[in-house]
């Protein structure tokens, strides 16, 4: 059955803290509701100094966002700044639909988006960590908390009920993604100890992280001109022109204030980015605000404990630039359109460049009867060059390999 289009009214406060990506962070909700299958029937915005701490927006902005409720037969008013429980329950008060915030919007895609057990649990969870301490106002016949004659007695009251189910279910959710949780640790450890050079893909959502994974494996992942169109990690392994063998690991996008109850309840998942040996940072180069969302997931990689890693961005998209004079600003960098002929030249290039800076050089001499091992050692090193040395009966062989690797040993 398919989800019936909403008509929608977005709401946002341009204050002295969000003025200067205010209009971006406005167009990027629009983008959103569009995603969550919403149509934006009118936007209404507002010049504050701070939100109102009641309403959001002011008493007369709200009586205006009434009529317009009415006028355009809203079914949906989604507001541009996460609410509190009170809040909520005014407005809807005041308006008399339903209304959501940016986070519920975000959870309402991710929901959409998970196809694997794991992710599923995980938004379950940030929802319903979400929904608890809003289970108020859901109609006064929920709540008898106020004490007094006539509530006394036995069983509990309903908002009562809910809460304790709620708990309850955050309880089982969480012990069921500790056992999947396991699982992946189990496959990561594995992945580390089979001497394979790991590779993130991180960036802002819809930057063409999937796109550049299609690119380089062929892995077929789904790619989508959409907002989270990936949401379960997916790892593929990518044999370069050397033939050595590395695994690339697309991951769900970043996203301007991603709702600290995702940032928790996705915790394994971004734990896969914490045991990569390189990430790659996919940036939409022709996006308008590039810069906040290079800024955005630079904050996020800190607040994850990832900014030690090694990183080489990906500016994506060139094709859509309006003009030839790119500047970019992280390094080291590359500039491809991974819709171009070329995209996997220059990405691998690029790649390798970044392999023999982290990699630890070796040099040593296989015997010519040795001849498997010195397959073995061009799938799991970068071998740069092979030559068969007649005096010595066997290949010397120069290239790059993990830290820690047998190779690096086989000359001691």
Do not use: C
Not at 44 to 65: N, S
Not at 141 to 149: F, Y
Not at 314 to 340: C, G, H, M, R, W
Not at 373 to 391: A, G, I, V, Y
């Amino acid at each position: 059955m398919e989800k019936t289009i909403e008509k929608v009214i977005l709401v946002g406060v341009e204050t002295e803290d969000n003025f200067p990506h205010f209009e971006s962070s406005m167009k990027e909700l629009a983008n959103l509701t569009t995603t969550a299958q919403g149509e934006v029937v009118f936007t209404v915005t507002q010049k504050r100094a701070r939100v109102d701490r009641q309403t959001v927006i002011g008493k007369g902005k709200m009586l205006e966002l009434a009529q317009l409720t009415d006028a355009y037969e809203a079914d949906l008013v989604i507001f541009n700044h996460e609410l509190s429980p009170r809040q909520n329950q005014l407005i809807v008060e005041a308006l008399g639909v339903k209304v959501i915030d940016r986070v519920q919007l975000i959870l309402d895609i991710f929901a959409m988006r998970a196809r694997s057990k794991e992710g599923k649990l995980q938004v379950e969870l940030a929802q319903l960590n979400y929904l608890l301490p809003r289970l108020v106002g859901q109609g006064k016949q929920l709540s008898r908390l106020g004490g007094g004659i006539g509530t006394r007695g036995p069983g509990e009251t309903k908002l009562e009920s809910d809460r304790r189910h709620i708990r309850n279910k955050i309880t089982a959710i969480k012990r069921e993604l500790k056992e999947v949780t396991a699982h992946r640790e189990r496959s990561r450890q594995k992945r580390q100890s089979s001497d394979l050079f790991q590779i993130g893909l991180i960036g802002y959502t819809n930057a063409g992280k999937s796109t550049i994974l299609n690119v380089l494996t062929a892995a077929e992942a789904y790619s989508q001109d959409q907002l989270f169109a990936t949401l379960d990690p997916l790892t593929k392994k990518w044999q370069l022109p050397q033939g050595m063998i590395v695994t690339l690991t697309d991951t769900v996008g970043f996203i301007q204030e991603l709702p600290t109850q995702l940032i928790e309840a996705f915790q394994s998942t971004l734990e896969e980015s914490r045991s990569m040996d390189l990430l790659i940072h996919v940036v939409d180069a022709s996006a308008e605000d590039r810069l906040a969302h290079e800024q955005t997931v630079v904050e996020l990689l800190n607040e994850l404990d990832l900014e030690k890693l090694p990183v080489l961005t990906v500016y994506n998209k060139s094709d859509q630039l309006d003009n030839e004079d790119f500047i970019p600003t992280l390094f080291p960098n590359v500039l491809v359109s991974a819709k171009s002929p070329n995209a996997k030249e220059a990405l691998t290039k690029a790649v390798r460049e970044q392999l023999m800076e982290l990699l630890v050089p070796y040099e040593f001499f296989i015997s010519a009867a040795a001849g498997h091992t010195l397959s073995e050692l061009k799938r799991h090193t970068l071998l740069l060059s092979e030559q068969f040395d007649e005096e010595q009966n066997a290949y010397h062989v120069k290239g790059f390999a993990k830290s820690g690797s047998k190779w690096l040993l086989a000359d001691a």
